[in-house]
C-alpha cells in the first residue's frame, strides 16, 4: 500500500503531497518507484505544485525522486508547508519555483550510513558516501548558485535555515505565511546532531488503545518471524546448537546469520585441517620402542 503522499490532478494542473519521511525501508515512507510511476501519469500536466513536509529518509529514494520531478516537463512550483531536512531538502531543489512558508524549516547535512563489515567494505563504502555527498552539492549549487566548497561545508556542520535565512543563501525563491502544521513528526530516528528546540520536542498524542494493541500484534509477529529465521539459518549451516543461545540474546537476523555462516566456516576450516594430518607412524613413536624394548 502506497503511503506518505497524495496526488491531486485537475484539468492539466496537479497537486501532489509529501507529508512523510522519503523511502520505504527503514525510515517509513514514500517510495521512490511508486512516487515516479504515478508522476509519469502526470506526463499531460502542465504546472505540478508539490507540497513538501518531511524530514528526508533514504538518500537514493530521495535522488530519484529529485531528477524525476526535474526532468519533468511541467512547471513544478515547491511549497515547503512544514520541514525539507536532509533529503527532503534536496527534492525541494527541483522546483522551478521554491516557496517557503515563514515558519517552516529547511537543513542539509552530510549523507551517512550504518555499515558494517571488512576494511575493503567500508572503503567502499566511504568512496560512495563522497560520490553521494558531492552529486547533492550539485543539486544545490544548481539551485543557489554558490560554489560547491562553501555548500559542502554547510553540509559538513549540519545547517539549520529559517526561511529567511534560505532566501538568503538562495535555496528558495520566496517566503510565504506561516501555517499551523497539525502534522508532526518524530525526528530523534534521524540522529540529527543539532535539531531546533521548537522541533525537538515531539508533541504529546492521545493514547489510542486499540493502536497500541496493533502495535503489540506487530511486535509478537516480528518477534516470531526473527526465532523462526534464526532457527531456519542456523538448520541451513549445521548449527542447530547455536540456534537457542542466538535466539535468547536478542541479536537480529542479520547479525545472527553473520555468527552463525561465521561458525560454519570455522568448523569446516578445522575440519580441512584435521583431514590433512597424517597420523605418526608406529615404529617411529619413540614411546612405542621403549614399551617394545622393555616387554622383550
Known sequence: MKT????????????????????SGMFGGVSAKDFVTDLKQLKDMESITVRLNSPGGEVFDGTAIYNALLNHPANIEMHIDGMALSMASVIAMAGNKVVMAENAMMMIHDPSISVSGSASHLRKTADTLEKTKTAIVNAY????????????????????????????????DEVSSPIDMVAHVDLSP???????????????????????????????????????????????????????????????????????????????????????????????????????????
Open 141 to 172: 549549487a544548481r539551485k543557489t548558485g554558490k560554489q560547491q566548497d562553501e555548500l559542502s561545508a554547510l553540509m559538513s556542520v549540519e545547517t539549520w535555515m529559517s526561511a529567511d535565512e534560505a532566501l538568503c543563501h538562495g535555496f528558495i
Open 4 to 23: 506518505g503522499y497524495e496526488i491531486k490532478a485537475q484539468g492539466t494542473d496537479a497537486e501532489i503531497m509529501i507529508y512523510d519521511a522519503i523511502g
Open 190 to 296: 534521524f540522529n540529527f546532531k543539532h535539531v531546533p528546540e521548537q522541533l525537538s520536542k515531539t508533541p504529546e498524542q492521545p493514547i489510542d488503545q486499540a493502536q497500541i494493541e496493533a502495535l503489540k500484534i506487530e511486535a509478537v509477529n516480528h518477534e516470531r518471524k526473527r526465532v523462526q529465521s534464526i532457527i531456519d539459518i542456523a538448520a541451513t549451516v549445521n548449527q542447530t546448537a547455536l540456534s537457542s543461545d542466538l535466539i535468547s540474546s536478542g541479536i537480529s537476523i542479520e547479525d545472527a546469520r553473520d555468527k552463525l555462516f561465521k561458525a560454519s566456516e570455522k568448523e569446516q576450516e578445522e575440519t580441512i585441517i584435521s583431514s590433512h594430518v597424517p597420523p605418526l607412524p608406529e615404529d617411529t613413536n619413540p614411546l612405542s620402542k621403549d614399551a617394545e624394548n622393555r616387554s622383550q
